[in-house]
T-cell receptor
Framework: EDQVTQSPEALRLQEGESSSLNCSYTVSGLRGLFWYRQDPGKGPEFLFTLYSAGEEKEKERLKATLTKKESFLHITAPKPEDSATYLCAVTLGDSWGKLQFGAGTQVVVTP | EAGVAQSPRYKIIEKRQSVAFWCNPISGHATLYWYQQILGQGPKLLIQFQNNGVVDDSQLPKDRFSAERLKGVDSTLKIQPAKLEDSAVYLC??????????FGPGTRLTVT
């Protein structure tokens, strides 16, 4: 069965304390891996799409990387406004557009 | 560019009642999705439309859920009758090319 697992479930960071979130997947025929950010009471906000192992993308303090089995979201020198739930999702080649989400990592950054 | 609009934002109903949610996607986006997000979980796809047609509704509980997309633009999702386990946030998303999906704010449904 296709699965997307995120770890840790929750992460508490001091402002400036860099860390990484993990998304591991056991699917066949991966088309793309997506990272979203979700704030309380809001819908997910698109961050990145990764298509092939070795690919990296950056946006401000966030950097996403992809291997054949997992993806990492690195948060460098986080600020309190980076507090959110970060969701990972995959799409498969035979079900293009159907996002399969993990449960998310809740990140809290304290001043 | 205006984002995905959804209404209502909140709804409280009793079990066995019916409810409907409305979604207006980003202009020009041919693909529209409805997701269900239960507290503490990631969103789960219920149905995907490409223009007027249904692409995937394999996870839609068809005995109680229905959805339509009028003229390839707005969409409604209906639940009839509602059960306690339908309490969740219902998210609508749209995309131009079926890769990057943009989500609306969601409708929080509470079934009592």
């Amino acid at each position: 069965e296709d699965q997307v697992t995120q770890s840790p479930e929750a992460l508490r960071l001091q402002e400036g304390e860099s860390s990484s979130l993990n998304c591991s997947y056991t699917v066949s025929g991966l088309r793309g891996l997506f990272w979203y950010r979700q704030d309380p009471g809001k819908g997910p906000e698109f961050l990145f799409t990764l298509y092939s192992a070795g690919e990296e993308k950056e946006k401000e303090r966030l950097k996403a990387t992809l291997t054949k089995k997992e993806s990492f979201l690195h948060i460098t020198a986080p600020k309190p406004e980076d507090s959110a739930t970060y969701l990972c999702a995959v799409t498969l080649g035979d079900s293009w557009g159907k996002l399969q989400f993990g449960a998310g990592t809740q990140v809290v950054v304290t001043p | 560019e205006a984002g995905v609009a959804q209404s209502p934002r909140y709804k409280i109903i009793e079990k066995r009642q019916s409810v409907a949610f409305w979604c207006n996607p980003i202009s020009g986006h041919a693909t529209l999705y409805w997701y269900q997000q239960i507290l503490g979980q990631g969103p789960k796809l219920l149905i995907q439309f490409q223009n007027n047609g249904v692409v995937d509704d394999s996870q839609l509980p068809k005995d109680r859920f229905s959805a339509e997309r009028l003229k390839g633009v707005d969409s409604t999702l209906k639940i009839q009758p509602a059960k306690l386990e339908d309490s969740a946030v219902y998210l609508c998303a749209s995309s131009r090319d079926r890769d990057e999906q943009y989500f609306g704010p969601g409708t929080r449904l509470t079934v009592t």
